[in-house]
């Protein structure tokens, strides 16, 4: 006869309290059925548990062994339990997120810290991007969500707004203009810029160069890189200025003074993920950045600037 799970269950709670009355209490059942499962269980082992007496109950030497070996096996087959459940419910599992260099010093610590303290048991794999690269991820099934700027999204990826910030103007240190509490973006009209290539993040591309059109200039572009970090880096050397979010200005490069521009253009961030994507953590993770676009004051959400782009094409 084939063990089961209610046997071992009946068997360690008449192990753990020696008294069929009271293990049958415990069980919500009664005596007479509880007698039959021992029993049964027994004849299945081939072995005897206990030595019964009109006046205990007692665990044979083979009893006890059997008792460490069914609590250990119920206690797994619980957590077994508890974790698929678990997962199911996005407590547990993987997410896969990909993001963009932007996203790391702005809203993707906030947000990964959140996820973290609502589902500690959940894990999430990072993996930085370039914006190009975010969509045929997304779609492919290589990362659940993804964090970066709205630009032309193909059918099937959604789209949820969670972060906005100025542009901001990045001089080196020794730049004429280095030391004004804020400027106007036509003050650049002339100088250096360093910028992305449009191929790279054609949605921040366009912000900056957009920007610097409505003041009535075209940019001299002299450098571009994949990078804002490299951006930052190399105007520190004196190499050019550039626009770039706000958020950037955490790193506090030695070199490099970042400074407020009058009217700024809003920089907006949001997650992207696959509208089929049936990862259990998702939801959860998504609820999280609710949370944080929620505490975004009400007054700039309503009057930011639309970043341009649409929602037919590719990123």
């Not at 997120?97 to 932007?102: K, Y």
Request: aromatic share 6%; proline share 8%; net charge negative.
């Amino acid at each position: 006869m084939p063990l089961d799970f209610r046997q071992l269950r009946y068997f360690v709670v008449l192990a753990d309290t020696l008294h069929f009355g009271r293990a049958a209490a415990l069980l919500h059942i009664s005596q007479p059925p509880l007698s039959r499962q021992i029993a049964a269980l027994e004849e299945a082992l081939g072995v005897v548990l206990f030595q019964r007496t009109s006046r205990q109950v007692e665990l044979t030497a083979a009893g006890r062994h059997f008792h460490e070996q069914a609590a250990r096996i119920l206690a797994a087959l619980d957590a077994a339990v508890r974790s698929t459940q678990a997962t199911a419910r996005g407590e547990r599992g993987v997410l896969r997120v990909g993001f963009t260099m932007s996203a790391a010093w702005s809203v993707l610590p906030r947000l990964v810290k959140r996820f973290g303290d609502a589902y500690p048991d959940a894990d999430i794999q990072l993996n930085e991007v370039l914006p190009r690269e975010l969509n045929e991820s997304l779609l492919s099934g290589q990362a659940d969500v993804g964090i970066a700027f709205p630009w032309q999204r193909p059918a099937g990826l959604e789209y949820l707004r969670v972060y906005l910030e100025p542009l901001c103007a990045v001089l080196p240190a020794g730049h004429r203009l280095a030391a004004r509490p804020e400027i106007a973006v036509d003050e650049l009209a002339g100088e250096p810029f360093i910028t992305f290539p449009a191929s790279t993040a054609p949605a921040l591309h366009e912000m900056v160069i957009g920007c610097c059109r409505e003041h009535g200039f075209e940019p001299h572009v002299r450098l571009e890189t994949h990078l804002q970090q490299t951006i930052v880096n190399l105007v520190s050397e004196g190499l050019g200025v550039s626009l770039v979010p706000q958020s950037m200005s955490r790193m506090q490069l030695p070199g490099a003074v970042f400074l407020p521009v009058s009217a700024p253009r809003m920089v907006e961030q949001g997650l992207i993920w696959a509208a089929g994507n049936a990862n259990p953590c998702l939801p959860g993770f998504l609820e999280c950045a609710r949370g944080i676009a929620a505490l975004t004051p009400p007054t700039v959400m309503a009057d930011a600037p639309q970043v341009a782009g649409g929602v037919d094409g590719d990123m």
